[in-house]
């Protein structure tokens, strides 16, 4: 991919709509564009006042009688665009083919057609924006609910940035203090090593409480794995509907009716509940349902959240207490069902007799989805635990693995650090250190990512982005 060319990609999705906007950045932008761009007044492309929308006829390269369409044109020189390099964008009529044909033309005369997120390559390039912000801006294109959007857009002006090179400056101060008393002993006093010591805990305390949010970053991004899971006819794709408030899972009084997973999302106080209803967990059952049962099981790992169905109005079973032990490890809301009926199971009896300790129990009436009962305590629960003061706060969580990852080495390398310091260790091998997490925290940010993991973050990108 070659830097220095001027790129040109449609921005907007195809097909019918309201507006397309065709996009050009580099160099030759303004020079490409006034090929096909005529402003009214006799005026040039070059004419135009910076960052302002102009009406312009739109011309065939070559051709400046036959209009292609007429559209609201806006340059935006150097550096100040997304890109950082003069960006000229053109708000033509939506439809099929007056977007494709303006592109066409700027293909004639001279750009190239941009690959997927070469403009936010661009912009990284030239230092517009950080790879953890570029990364935000992924997470808010493909944001499924509010809170997710809520995240990224934090995320987006630059707090996780911020706060990454907040602990990289300290971590920089300490490696010069360390290097320059190795370099010139007989002027700079090396730090003192309970300082220093303190100094790194301190560190490792601010990288702690930005792994601790992650959990909470992800399940802001990617919404709450939820399984819905229980012996079989105990009412768990009735709990589905009726969270759902409509039949979509099929309800029957057979026991085993559910042979393979149903996945459906809501949204509960803007976060994304992906809901999971799977087969009821049982000991005697055929090859499919076994299958389905295994499936079961597997959810019961993977969730972030699990919905255990009771029937309140049956003695608990042996069934009940094998998926009280696979549960009892995981975040568990207990819905003791059918309480419509005369009921044999109170909220004690999931203490003393299944031994697990729930987030909640809650009573619950599933059998009709339009007005069940019950359903509303288990989304304002849910939303407690997931949503609490995390929408409207402007505190950024981390959400990805791979800026994870990178901040886990870089607490890593500064725990080595303290360690050493403990041993009374020669200060060279900390500089090591040091240098080992300056690099692990720079990579978060993008100053010494290696270009694998660039062009994987931007292959992630559509083109025009
Ligand atoms: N009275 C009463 N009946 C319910 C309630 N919830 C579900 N049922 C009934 O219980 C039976 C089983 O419901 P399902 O939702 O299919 O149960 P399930 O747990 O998904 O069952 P499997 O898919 O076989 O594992 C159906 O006849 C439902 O109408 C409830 O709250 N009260
Ligand atoms: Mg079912």
Request: charged share 25%; hydrophobic share 40%; glycine share 8%.
């Amino acid at each position: 991919m070659k830097l220095n060319d001027t790129i040109a990609a449609i921005a907007t999705p195809r097909g019918s709509g309201g507006i397309a906007i065709i996009r050009i950045s580099g160099g030759d932008s303004e020079k490409i564009a006034s090929e096909i761009i005529l402003p009214y007044n006799n005026k040039t492309i070059f004419d135009l006042e910076s960052h302002k929308l102009t009406l312009c006829k739109i011309c065939e390269s070559g051709n400046p009688q036959y209009i292609i369409d007429e559209a609201l044109v806006a340059v935006m020189r150097a550096p100040k665009s997304y890109t950082g390099e003069t960006v000229v964008e053109i708000n033509c009529h939506g439809g099929y083919l007056a977007a494709d044909r303006i592109l066409r033309g700027l293909l004639t005369c001279g750009a190239r057609l941009a690959e997927a997120g070469e403009f936010t390559r661009r912009a990284f390039i030239n230092g517009k924006t950080t790879l953890c912000e570029a990364e935000a801006i992924i997470d808010l294109m493909n944001a499924t609910s509010d809170s997710g959007l809520h995240n990224a857009a934090v995320s987006l002006t630059g707090r996780l940035g911020e706060k990454i090179t907040a602990i990289r400056e300290s971590v920089l101060a300490l490696a010069s203090h360390v290097s320059a008393a190795a370099d010139y002993p007989d002027e700079v006093d090396p730090p003192e090593s309970a300082e220093l010591i303190q100094s790194l805990s301190a560190l490792r305390g601010k990288i702690k409480k930005l792994l601790d949010g992650f959990d909470t970053g992800r399940v802001l991004r990617d919404g709450v794995r939820t399984a819905i899971v229980g012996r079989p006819n105990v009412g768990k794709s009735s709990v589905l509907n009726a969270l759902l408030r409509c039949d979509r899972a099929i309800v029957t009084d057979i026991p085993g009716t559910t042979r393979d997973t149903i996945e459906e999302v809501i949204s509960v106080g803007g976060v994304a509940l992906r809901l999971t209803d799977t087969a009821g967990i049982r000991s005697a059952a055929d090859e499919v349902e076994k299958i389905g049962i295994e499936k079961s099981k597997e959810n019961i790992r993977t969730a972030d959240l699990c919905l255990f169905v009771i029937d309140s109005s049956e003695p608990i079973t042996e069934d009940d207490r094998r998926i009280a032990k696979a549960v009892s490890k995981k975040r568990t809301v207990v819905l003791l069902n059918k309480s419509d009926k005369p009921t044999v199971i109170c909220e004690d009896d999931v203490y003393n007799e299944l031994n697990i300790s729930p987030v909640a129990i809650l009573k619950t009436s599933a059998l009709k989805s339009e007005n069940a009962f019950g359903i509303d305590d288990l989304k304002e629960t849910v939303s407690e635990m997931f949503v609490s003061g995390k929408l409207n706060s402007d505190e950024v969580y981390l959400s990805n693995e791979r800026q994870r990852d990178s901040l886990l080495k870089a607490d890593a390398a500064i725990e080595r650090a303290e360690a050493e310091l403990n041993c009374g260790m020669p200060y060279d091998l900390l500089f090591i250190d040091l240098e080992d997490a300056l690099s692990a925290l720079g990579e978060i940010t993008g100053e010494t990512v290696q270009q694998e993991i660039v062009d994987d973050v931007f292959s992630r990108f559509c083109v025009g982005k």
